[in-house]
């Protein structure tokens, strides 16, 4: 792949290749503590009701024994470093500075366009990989038409740690990301790709930022229609509402805890990976229109507890919501009435894939009121990882969002 790794010209001489090696003392101590840790006895909660109330016993049994006897960490972590990798200093709008590490495939073509693809939570820039493999078989140096960046979300993974004197929020992280593909060279113009966190950081820099010429998502803000009686009348409103609404009264425990007790949870689930296998493969099972491969699971977990991440990466729950009388605050009231999911209208040229087992499958009609929709594509299937689910089509989409983005005006 070393073709692909050359920087384009003008990019920052700061700019480094990096390799991911976790030293052998750490795997260790994970390992131990794997071996070491108890899993709770049989309850009702636990072991009854499928995975109503959470991560079923059973499986985190199967799991620490995959874990322990089976998960090679050496081997994907040379999958990783088999991409081209590179690390840099990057500030945000407010002048932090934050180490970024980024996966890169550069194309010779002088005409080629930049495409960032943003992760989302709890995943990591290494959701990309398939789509990175999909695009190196497709396309050779000299022909790819585009410059692709996968950035690891401040605090994330091999990305640095965030200040701790600085109350961090999506804001900020999108500013650092905008940074970093100025760096690289791309202040012409760029686009943007995200899910999850990613579709919100996405959105920020395509509203913010004049050198991102626009996004294409995999997840829209759901946010119904001010007018009560538009959901009365519409059946398929009515059934992603009622979606919506069990999302948020049923399955949002997760961002109550982190977006209120962040540093209680953060240290209790650095002490365990067992206990953040629980918490994290709740969801890669949940959000999923097919369960992931256990070793896909244990890959993200490892990857979180490795590199620290899990106790750094929840400041975009902590400011959800927005309240304009405390913004550094989350405000539950404000995610149970929607009121969270207020994002920037984006008026630059925007694309959207729906795919069916969504957390909240947004239908094209709510969304076309939040941005300048001019690519909409519904899939039958596929779940909220859209990138690890279904790599193949949501590349095509982006493809295809990408012929017209790019030439709009």
């Known amino acids: 792949m070393s073709g692909f790794a050359a920087l384009p010209a003008g990019a920052a001489s700061s700019i480094k290749p990096f390799k991911a090696e976790i030293p052998e003392e750490k795997l260790k101590l994970m390992k131990d503590l794997i071996k070491l840790s108890p899993i709770a006895p049989p309850n009702f909660e636990n072991s009854k009701n499928g995975r109503y109330y959470g991560i079923d016993r059973a499986w985190i049994e199967q799991a620490k024994q995959a874990w322990l006897q089976d998960f090679d960490w050496r ?4 999958r990783f470093n088999s991409y081209p990798s590179f690390k840099t200093v990057t500030k945000d709008e407010k002048g ?11 194309s010779k073509k002088a005409d ?6 943003i992760h989302g939570w709890p995943g990591s820039n290494c959701e990309f990989l398939d789509i990175l493999d999909l695009l190196i078989k497709k396309y050779t140096p000299e022909d790819l038409p585009y410059h692709i960046i996968v950035p690891s979300l401040p605090g994330y993974a091999f990305s640095g740690a965030l200040p701790i004197d600085v109350d961090y929020n999506v804001e900020l992280a999108a500013g650092a990301i905008h940074d970093l593909m100025k760096r690289i060279g791309f202040s012409s113009g760029y686009l943007v790709q995200g899910g999850d966190l990613g579709s919100f ?3 920020v820099i395509a509203a913010k930022y004049e050198e991102c010429r626009g996004m294409h998502l995999n997840m829209m803000p759901p946010t119904p229609p001010k007018d009560p009686a538009e959901l009365q009348n519409d059946e398929e409103a009515q059934k992603v509402f009622k979606v919506m609404k069990e999302a948020l009264d049923v399955n949002y425990a997760f961002a109550y805890e982190q977006g209120t007790k962040s540093s209680t949870i953060g240290l209790a689930l650095s002490a365990s990976p067992l206990a953040l296998l629980a918490w994290l493969g709740e969801k890669f099972l949940a959000w999923t229109d097919d369960d992931f491969s256990m070793e896909k699971i244990l890959e993200g977990v490892s990857l979180y507890w490795l590199t620290d991440t899990y106790a750094r990466c929840m400041y975009h729950n902590r400011g959800m919501g927005y309240p304009e009388e405390n913004p550094k605050r989350a405000n539950m009231g404000a995610l149970t009435s929607g009121k969270s999911f207020q994002l920037p209208h984006v008026d630059k040229s925007c694309g959207y894939s729906m795919f069916a087992k969504e957390i909240v499958p947004v239908p094209k009609s709510w969304a076309e009121k939040t941005c300048n929709l001019i690519f909409f594509n519904e899939h039958g299937s596929g779940g909220h990882f859209a ?19 790019w030439t709009a005006k």
Do not use: G, Q
């Open 96 to 106: 932090n500075e934050v180490d970024i590490h980024f996966f890169a495939l550069f």
């Open 75 to 78: 081997k994907h972590e040379a």
């Open 201 to 203: 950081t996405s959105r």
């Open 387 to 405: 990138a690890m689910e279904k790599p193949k089509e949501l590349l095509s989409d982006v493809e295809e969002y990408v012929k017209l983005a």
């Open 112 to 117: 080629a366009v930049p495409l960032a693809f």
